[in-house]
Structures are given as C-alpha cells and as structure tokens.
T-cell receptor, first 112, second 117 residues
Framework: NAGVTQTPKFQVLKTGQSMTLQCAQD?????MYWYRQDPGMGLRLIYY???????DKGEVPNGYNVSRLNKREFSLRLESAAPSQTSVYFC???????????FGPGTRLTVL | AQSVAQPEDQVNVAEGNPLTVKCTYS??????LFWYVQYPNRGLQFLLK??????LVKGSYGFEAEFNKSQTSFHLKKPSALVSDSALYFC???????????????FGRGTQLTVWP
C-alpha cells in the first residue's frame, strides 16, 4: 500500500516548455486534489476531482489543466510553463469515511 | 468564504516546555478543522481534526487542539515539546454545509515550529 505517489520528484523547465505531473493513489478514494505550495502562502488548491471523469477549478487554476484518467490517477499539465509556476506541487486524495486528505511527497518544479 | 489565519510565522520553544501554535478561522456554517504537519522535503501528514463533540481533540505524537467557537480559534498544543517536533504546521478548515464541495480544504500559511535543545 503505497498511498499517494507522485512523479517526478524534481523537474527543471525552460519558459514555454510543457510537462505533466503524475499522481496515483491506491486507496480507492474518489476525491483527488492538486495543490501548490509557495513560501509564506501555504497550500493553494489548483484543481480537484470528485470522481473519474469530473474535474473542477480551485483557487489558482490559470496556466494548468488536469485529467482524471481513472479512479487511481490524476495528472496536472503545464502547457506553457512560466517562472511564476516555480513551486512545490502536492497531490492528495481524500478518505470520506474519516474526512482526511492524504498527501503525496511532492514535485519540486523550477521554471527558468 | 472560508479562510484560516496563522498569526505567527515562527514559534520557538525549548525542549520540555509547552508549545502552542495559533489558528483562527472564518467559515460559513459549522467548521471542520484540521492540523497537518510537514517535515522537510516531505508531504503533509494529518495530525488531528475537530468535527463535533468535545472541544479538546487529541491527535498523533502527543498533540492536542482546543476548539473555541466564540473566539473562532483552533490552537494546537503539546504539554512538553521535543526537538523532533520541529516542522512546519498547517491549520485548515472546511465548511460542513451540504454546499461545501468535495471536502475542499482551505489552508493557513503555516507556522514554522523550532524546538531547541
């Protein structure tokens, strides 16, 4: 039982490049989330998904797209990376029975 | 609108002393309140939560938190701090209303706790 896994752990991009951050959970949770963490800003929600095939915008969705490929996987895509997207990205899934979110280890992204 | 304030960016305390990390919240309806901890280069880990019932909630690693509805606060406490408690602590809130979407959490900015030997 790995919980929530994220790949890659680190990534450096040039402005304008694209990439996809991968997230998977093996806890059979319906709800999944993408956050970004910036110093002094806490965690801000980018997108979330109630179930396979549904996604909704969070607090800071501009510049991102998401795909809920199946119940396990929820990916985040940067189509044209900008320096303002330099951040640490966390994926989470939620156990509704105990109302708790479980977080992955994060992806540290630098956009030059 | 939901929001969380953690008024202290940093809290420093000596090992063995009690610690408090402060959190106040704003939410429509009854609040569901959470504390998470983040160790360096790791994801967030759940510590404890308040949903309903006893205002004093006990969680992992000897931490507890006190819900105060009149002061809209949910301060994290520990009677005797350890050096290993040094980490970044986040308070989070969500509304209990049926309109609350998907358990969406609103996080504070975090408080860096340093426990010195």
């Amino acid at each position: 039982n790995a919980g929530v896994t994220q790949t890659p752990k680190f990534q450096v991009l040039k402005t304008g490049q694209s990439m996809t951050l991968q997230c998977a959970q093996d806890m059979n949770h319906n709800s999944m989330y993408w956050y970004r963490q910036d110093p002094g800003m806490g965690l801000r929600l980018i997108y979330y998904s109630a179930s396979e095939g549904t996604t909704d915008k969070g607090e800071v969705p501009n510049g991102y797209n998401v795909s809920r490929l199946n119940k396990r996987e929820f990916s985040l895509r940067l189509e044209s990376a900008a320096p303002s997207q330099t951040s640490v990205y966390f994926c989470a899934s939620r156990n509704p029975g105990i109302d708790t979110q479980y977080f992955g280890p994060g992806t540290r992204l630098t956009v030059l | 609108a939901q929001s969380v304030a953690q008024p202290e960016d940093q809290v420093n305390v000596a090992e063995g002393n009690p610690l408090t990390v402060k959190c106040t919240y704003s939410v429509s309806g009854n609040p569901y309140l959470f504390w998470y901890v983040q160790y360096p280069n790791r994801g967030l880990q759940f510590l404890l939560k308040y949903i309903t019932g006893d205002n004093l909630v006990k969680g992992s690693y000897g931490f507890e938190a006190e819900f105060n509805k009149s002061q809209t606060s949910f301060h994290l406490k520990k009677p005797s701090a350890l050096v290993s408690d040094s980490a970044l602590y986040f308070c989070a809130v969500r509304a209990s209303d049926r309109g609350s979407t998907l358990g969406r959490l609103y996080f504070g900015r975090g408080t860096q706790l340093t426990v010195w030997p």
